[in-house]
């Protein structure tokens, strides 16, 4: 695995590199906006979900050369092509929330955001950050990149749709009247069930692609 | 013991059944696979490496049962596939970490002795070299790890006939330990004839036949005769037949044609040619 890893870096630095540029940029504005103005959290979460699907990009950079055919030459097994793209995704994802996250704390030292304003925004981020990839790779990996990205993209709509049609009952709701849950519990929850769907994700994925003929 | 051993090996997609085959490739040999286009031969590669999952069969690669996860018996393995698919803007220095990373006997100075023999460019990106740079690229990766088996799937394809003769000395070479042993595929029927000690051929998914090549050679020949001949020939002597305007030329058994009989040495391009105007026969 590590052999497939080294490749996803070394395709990320080839192909990728300007992504770096426009984190920094991002982190400027978002620094330089205040963290909690609309401007200050749209380029991190662009930049955020623009990383989280390195994997997506990868799986087609090596589709496009044949390289997942080649690799499997290797001695590495399909799980191993599979957990390799889910770490790398992980590490950029990682790589580019966890700068906006230090910046939000010390905008927050620096009183220019409100805690309660960072833990949101943090776990927003961490929340697009795991489910964009959790739900576009195992249709990649399953289809490949042609058929799995139409197979994304209409599951992208259903899930609009599916949110578009929650949103509007809950505002029929009285939320008020509803048992709150306490902050902690919702905290753990906001960020358990994203981690959950992104394992998940990466055990279908394993399984989808065991049986997928190259 | 064999290093390849195909048993009952069946996989069907629409319009084409391969199989089932019974193949063996005892260690210590080289076995060429000749087929034309669309005759089985990636099929059958591809389902050795277990890119592919046969529908019947089994198939095993030094000792190991054949399948995606075989690490072992791919550590042992040299592959180079007809299209060599390393990702496009690597260069010869990033493969070469990349493969030593994959493989625990990896002789970096090696590798860079056959690119520097092979003349491939190390400055370029891999999706700038031509067909057959890519192809020595892979070939190189191939040789480069102290495989005990090659699995080669149209390695001279795209190759001048120069590089390709340096090629097959290259395959030849690996031979010389009796441990070694190569799996080709091939249109170029002249490079599997200098190289091989047992044909394969393949025709439409089946296996018309699989020999010692020197056994091949010594047991057919070729006849040039007329149609009256031909048809007073024993049932079972003529293997196929290609016809003239001047006369009929045919693919006989050495042992079923009457003492006499003028029977020129065949090659194995004509006998695999005839062989497969036989079979539509």
């Given at each position: 695995m590590k052999a497939l890893?080294?490749?996803?870096?070394?395709?990320?630095?080839?192909?990728?590199?300007?992504?770096?540029?426009?984190?920094?940029?991002?982190?400027?504005?978002?620094?330089?906006?205040?963290?909690?103005?609309?401007?200050?959290?749209?380029?991190?979460?662009?930049?955020?979900?623009?990383?989280?699907?390195?994997?997506?990009?990868?799986?087609?950079?090596?589709?496009?050369?044949?390289?997942?055919?080649?690799?499997?030459?290797?001695?590495?097994?399909?799980?191993?092509?599979?957990?390799?793209?889910?770490?790398?995704?992980?590490?950029?994802?990682?790589?580019?929330?966890?700068?906006?996250?230090?910046?939000?704390?010390?905008?927050?030292?620096?009183?220019?955001?409100?805690?309660?304003?960072?833990?949101?925004?943090?776990?927003?981020?961490?929340?697009?950050?795991?489910?964009?990839?959790?739900?576009?790779?195992?249709?990649?990996?399953?289809?490949?990149?042609?058929?799995?990205?139409?197979?994304?993209?209409?599951?992208?709509?259903?899930?609009?749709?599916?949110?578009?049609?929650?949103?509007?009952?809950?505002?029929?709701?009285?939320?008020?009247?509803?048992?709150?849950?306490?902050?902690?519990?919702?905290?753990?929850?906001?960020?358990?069930?994203?981690?959950?769907?992104?394992?998940?994700?990466?055990?279908?994925?394993?399984?989808?692609?065991?049986?997928?003929?190259? | 013991?064999?290093?390849?051993?195909?048993?009952?090996?069946?996989?069907?997609?629409?319009?084409?059944?391969?199989?089932?085959?019974?193949?063996?490739?005892?260690?210590?040999?080289?076995?060429?696979?000749?087929?034309?286009?669309?005759?089985?031969?990636?099929?059958?590669?591809?389902?050795?490496?277990?890119?592919?999952?046969?529908?019947?069969?089994?198939?095993?690669?030094?000792?190991?049962?054949?399948?995606?996860?075989?690490?072992?018996?791919?550590?042992?393995?040299?592959?180079?596939?007809?299209?060599?698919?390393?990702?496009?803007?690597?260069?010869?220095?990033?493969?070469?970490?990349?493969?030593?990373?994959?493989?625990?006997?990896?002789?970096?100075?090696?590798?860079?002795?056959?690119?520097?023999?092979?003349?491939?460019?190390?400055?370029?990106?891999?999706?700038?070299?031509?067909?057959?740079?890519?192809?020595?690229?892979?070939?190189?990766?191939?040789?480069?790890?102290?495989?005990?088996?090659?699995?080669?799937?149209?390695?001279?394809?795209?190759?001048?006939?120069?590089?390709?003769?340096?090629?097959?000395?290259?395959?030849?070479?690996?031979?010389?330990?009796?441990?070694?042993?190569?799996?080709?595929?091939?249109?170029?029927?002249?490079?599997?004839?200098?190289?091989?000690?047992?044909?394969?051929?393949?025709?439409?998914?089946?296996?018309?036949?699989?020999?010692?090549?020197?056994?091949?050679?010594?047991?057919y020949g070729l006849i040039?005769?007329?149609?009256?001949?031909?048809?007073?020939?024993?049932?079972?002597?003529?293997?196929g037949t290609r016809e003239?305007?001047?006369?009929?030329?045919?693919?006989?058994?050495?042992?079923?044609?009457?003492?006499?009989?003028?029977?020129?040495?065949?090659?194995?391009?004509?006998?695999?040619?005839?062989?497969?105007?036989?079979?539509?026969?």
């Amino acid at each position: 695995m590590k052999a497939l890893i080294l490749t996803d870096l070394y395709q990320l630095w080839i192909n990728f590199k300007f992504y770096a540029v426009f984190i920094v940029v991002a982190l400027g504005i978002a620094a330089f906006s205040n963290g909690d103005s609309d401007l200050g959290f749209f380029f991190p979460m662009y930049a955020v979900l623009m990383c989280s699907m390195m994997g997506m990009s990868l799986v087609q950079l090596d589709e496009a050369s044949r390289w997942n055919v080649c690799a499997q030459t290797l001695p590495c097994s399909r799980r191993d092509q599979v957990t390799g793209k889910y770490i790398v995704t992980m590490a950029s994802f990682a790589a580019t929330w966890l700068p906006f996250v230090l910046l939000y704390a010390v905008l927050a030292i620096l009183g220019r955001m409100a805690w309660q304003t960072v833990a949101v925004q943090s776990v927003l981020l961490l929340i697009v950050g795991l489910l964009a990839p959790a739900f576009s790779l195992p249709p990649l990996f399953r289809w490949g990149t042609a058929r799995g990205r139409v197979i994304y993209i209409f599951l992208v709509i259903l899930m609009a749709a599916g949110i578009g049609g929650l949103a509007s009952g809950l505002a029929t709701l009285d939320l008020f009247a509803l048992p709150a849950l306490p902050m902690p519990l919702l905290a753990v929850l906001a960020v358990a069930v994203p981690a959950a769907l992104f394992i998940g994700s990466w055990a279908l994925s394993v399984r989808w692609y065991d049986k997928r003929e190259l | 013991m064999n290093a390849i051993e195909l048993r009952g090996l069946e996989k069907s997609y629409e319009g084409f059944h391969l199989g089932p085959l019974d193949l063996d490739l005892p260690a210590g040999c080289i076995l060429g696979l000749v087929g034309e286009n669309g005759a089985g031969k990636s099929t059958t590669i591809r389902a050795i490496l277990g890119i592919i999952k046969p529908d019947a069969g089994e198939a095993s690669v030094l000792g190991a049962p054949a399948g995606p996860d075989m690490r072992q018996a791919k550590q042992d393995m040299g592959v180079v596939l007809d299209e060599v698919g390393f990702p496009a803007g690597l260069r010869a220095g990033q493969i070469s970490r990349i493969m030593a990373a994959a493989y625990k006997n990896w002789d970096q100075g090696l590798f860079d002795k056959y690119l520097r023999d092979l003349d491939i460019p190390t400055d370029k990106k891999f999706s700038a070299l031509s067909r057959g740079n890519r192809m020595k690229m892979g070939i190189a990766a191939a040789l480069s790890h102290d495989a005990k088996l090659l699995i080669l799937d149209e390695p001279t394809g795209g190759l001048d006939p120069v590089v390709r003769d340096e090629v097959v000395s290259l395959f030849s070479d690996f031979t010389r330990d009796p441990g070694h042993s190569i799996l080709i595929s091939s249109h170029i029927v002249s490079d599997l004839e200098k190289l091989c000690d047992y044909i394969a051929f393949l025709h439409k998914g089946q296996l018309l036949l699989c020999e010692e090549k020197d056994r091949l050679l010594e047991e057919y020949g070729l006849i040039q005769c007329d149609k009256a001949f031909l048809d007073s020939l024993a049932p079972g002597a003529v293997r196929g037949t290609r016809e003239t305007p001047y006369h009929v030329e045919a693919l006989v058994r050495r042992d079923a044609v009457p003492a006499g009989t003028d029977v020129r040495p065949v090659t194995i391009e004509e006998l695999f040619v005839l062989l497969v105007k036989g079979d539509m026969q």
